[in-house]
């Protein structure tokens, strides 16, 4: 790796501080308004955080360096980890005395849109704190959209975007069109946010926590104002049916949803991944809907509703909860498990393995199986109507057996730590997928991560940033060839 390409890099995120500390005046002035003293660590935190990266930039000002793969690697993984720093100041500085680790927790599964938290008593803590950490999830959901859209299929480790194939349309005058598509992007990204936040206040939530959820939810990342999150509005049926319209949107691929703003193109919409991932969110919800009415007699409207808001919280990767479902018994327990592996769409705010691998592995098996008959049969994988590159069905094999492999080793790392198996075992995957609660008393949908060992939360910590980049953009900056010339 070149010093100026590190340089470049160190530049960029120098900038970026920059815009950060900014949004850190959002909290101070929301501070200042409710008459709470924090006001002051986020304007300290902000000239603080803005200085260091302001003297970052301009110390490694340079000529720009030759855009490659290699250089998008660092670059990605410099900027979260900015994003992270940035985040951590206000959470150590705060009347909260949070520790360094669960200061680092709390900043890194904000901006990896996990919904994981450390912090007990939320219905009391600063309104400025609050707001940061719903900000923290906004941000780190609309990184994710553009990672997923512009740099993972730039990076040739996965990702499915309509921006290919449109590429007739922006051949002429491709940075034009870029910035046509981002501003959409951003639009639509603000758009659903206020929609979903107008919609939470006349459903009966108060303006701040309608404007917090708003943000939470569309991000598809679940940290709430409240100990129980949506526990608080469990009998408000038309909140939770809200949430779930919103959380479902936020999951489907923003390049779809660009498409069908930009240029009307309904037909985008019949995306294949948008038909599987609506398809396993329905089987999941209607199947633990039934069992809940046959095994427990809730009646059918309540069971509908609460396995619906649970699973497709689950399956999008937002991780709220309407009540605890680990207390539905082993067949809603065992779903919920299986459901964590699985999350939304390509190029969404979404986690988890996502629903277009998953067609290209049914696909690779089918084909597979039919090969062992007709060995010479030339079989191509497609995805719907059009044939998957064999770069892309590596890519796919290739993530989710780093996933298998990551996840037994953060199970194995968080056992050392003193865990139980349950705790790890669904504790390392609700990270590594972004859902955030796991299973068991101590981190399921009615507990936090408030009690586990200050060495878990930082194996956790990894954990939530290799899921957020897909696993592979992060191990790669750990190969001896990434650094060599």
Not at 36 to 57: I, N, P, R
Not at 88 to 95: D, E, K, R
Not at 401 to 422: C, H, K, N, V, Y
Request: hydrophobic share 55%.
């Amino acid at each position: 790796m070149q010093s100026l390409a590190v340089r470049a890099a160190l530049h960029v995120a120098g900038i970026f501080g920059m815009y950060l500390s900014g949004a850190m005046l959002l909290p101070a002035a929301v501070d200042l308004y409710y008459g709470h003293e924090d006001w002051k660590v986020f304007v300290f935190s902000a000239f603080f955080t803005g200085g260091l990266s302001m003297g970052v930039a301009l110390a490694t000002r340079a000529r720009p360096p030759i855009v490659s793969p290699r250089f998008g690697f660092l670059l990605v993984n410099l900027l979260w980890f900015t994003m992270a720093a940035a985040g951590v100041v206000p959470f150590m500085m705060s009347s909260l005395e949070l520790s360094l680790s669960d200061a680092v927790y709390e900043a890194v599964s904000g901006i990896t849109t996990t919904g994981g938290t450390v912090i007990n008593g939320l219905d009391e803590a600063p309104p400025g704190i609050l707001l940061w950490r719903s900000l923290l999830q906004w941000m780190g959901g609309l990184g994710v959209i553009a990672l997923g859209l512009f740099l993972l299929p730039f990076l040739n480790i996965g990702g499915i975007t309509y921006f290919r194939i449109e590429s007739t349309d922006i051949e002429d005058r491709p940075f034009e069109r870029l910035a046509t598509f981002t501003f959409t992007l951003l639009a639509i990204y603000i758009g659903l946010t206020l929609a979903c936040a107008f919609a939470y206040a006349a459903g009966g939530m108060g303006s701040f926590d309608a404007l917090n959820h708003a943000m939470t939810t569309i991000s598809t990342a679940g940290l709430s104002t409240h100990d129980v999150s949506f526990g608080m509005y469990a009998e408000n049926y038309t909140i939770l049916w809200t949430a779930i319209v919103f959380m479902f949107i936020g999951a489907l691929p923003s390049s779809i949803l660009i498409l069908f703003a930009v240029r009307g193109r309904t037909e985008a919409l019949g995306d294949p991944q948008i038909r599987v991932f609506a398809g396993y969110t329905i089987v999941f919800a209607l199947a633990v809907a039934i069992y809940l009415r046959v095994s427990t007699g809730m009646p059918f409207g309540a069971a509908i509703t609460h396995a619906t808001f649970n699973f497709v919280s689950i399956i999008t990767t937002t991780g709220f909860a309407s009540v605890d479902y680990s207390q539905w018994g082993p067949f809603a327990v065992a779903c919920a498990f299986i459901a964590t592996f699985l999350g939304g769409c390509s190029g969404s705010t979404a986690g988890g393995i996502k629903a277009y691998r998953f067609l290209i592995l049914y696909e690779l098996l089918v084909n597979g199986l039919k090969r062992l008959i007709y060995p010479n049969m030339v079989l191509p994988v497609r995805y719907g109507d059009r044939p998957v590159e064999e770069a892309m069905q590596r890519a796919v094999v290739l993530f989710i057996s780093a996933f298998m492999m990551i996840w037994l080793i953060t199970t194995i790392l968080l056992a050392a730590t003193g865990l139980d198996l349950m705790t790890s075992l669904s504790g390392a995957l609700g990270s590594l997928t972004n859902v955030g609660p796991g299973l068991g008393e101590a981190i399921g949908p009615a507990g936090n991560y408030s009690g586990v060992p200050d060495s878990a939360k930082w194996v956790l910590c990894f954990a939530m940033l290799l899921g957020r980049l897909e696993i592979l953009a992060v191990l790669v900056i750990f190969t001896p060839g990434f650094w060599g010339r």
